[in-house]
């Protein structure tokens, strides 16, 4: 019943999502904690390395969509399922993750992070302007349907693949198809304000014993907000 619960608000959540037109707005939603929370509140799950590391199983993820679809010229939705299934695969290395202290973890997404923006070179990259067509009701029903079966998927894998499930790209699926004209600039993008993300579970981490649920999550949300 669990399972059930989390499956529709994820899918609620990222149906909403999906319905954005502007990509810069899509990308800005896409790198908030959105989906993130529902799961960590529906499951109950203490953070520990596992999850600021998943965050670049998604940068991974969106890197292989991107080199499969743009270099490669192969189906989007090819692109994008190869790109979930290495995520899962990687996902496996996080039985040896979590042995490694959080604080050991974060401060290395933190130097990652300002490495990536001292020296990467995407920052000019702007998102491609294409006409999207209107989504009908049956887009909705197919996207609606994806999501709530991956959900019990990723929810059955969880043991497995730890902080993985948690930052699994539901929402990604959908952005990547939908921007994949603009993949670089997606990756670009979200690896800028992947700290937002990153100091969210930090917050978490060093609430979740010390305050209420309530009281951590919205102080984890005021940080992730000012970080990005």
Not at 75 to 84: E, H, P, Q, Y
Not at 133 to 139: A, G, H, I, Q
Request: aromatic share 12%; proline share 4%; charged share 10%.
């Amino acid at each position: 019943m669990q399972t059930l619960f989390l499956a529709a608000g994820v899918t609620l959540t990222i149906l909403a999502i999906t319905a954005i037109k502007s990509s810069k707005i899509r990308v800005a939603v896409y790198s908030l904690p959105i989906p993130i929370s529902i799961i960590l509140i529906a499951t109950d799950a203490t953070i520990n390395a596992t999850h600021p590391f998943s965050l670049l199983l998604v940068i991974l993820f969106m890197t292989i969509t991107w080199l499969l679809h743009t270099k490669l010229k192969q189906n989007i939705l090819i692109s994008v399922a190869i790109g979930v299934v290495m995520y899962v695969i990687v996902g496996l290395v996080n039985q040896l993750i979590v042995k490694i202290p959080f604080e050991y973890m974060y401060a290395f997404m933190v130097c990652l992070w300002v490495v990536w923006i001292l020296f990467q070179p995407l920052h000019t990259v702007k998102p491609v302007h294409v006409q999207e067509k209107t989504l009908m009701p049956r887009d909705y029903t197919i996207r609606g349907l994806t999501v709530f079966a991956l959900t019990f998927i990723i929810s059955g894998l969880r043991s497995l693949i730890l902080g993985a499930s948690v930052t699994f790209p539901f929402n990604g699926i959908f952005t990547a198809y939908i921007m994949r004209h603009s993949l670089l600039y997606l990756i670009s993008e979200f690896s800028r304000n992947s700290i937002g993300v990153v100091n969210f579970f930090g917050t978490l981490y060093i609430l979740q014993d010390r305050v209420g649920k309530p009281e951590a999550f919205i102080a984890a949300w005021i940080v992730a907000i000012v970080s990005i």
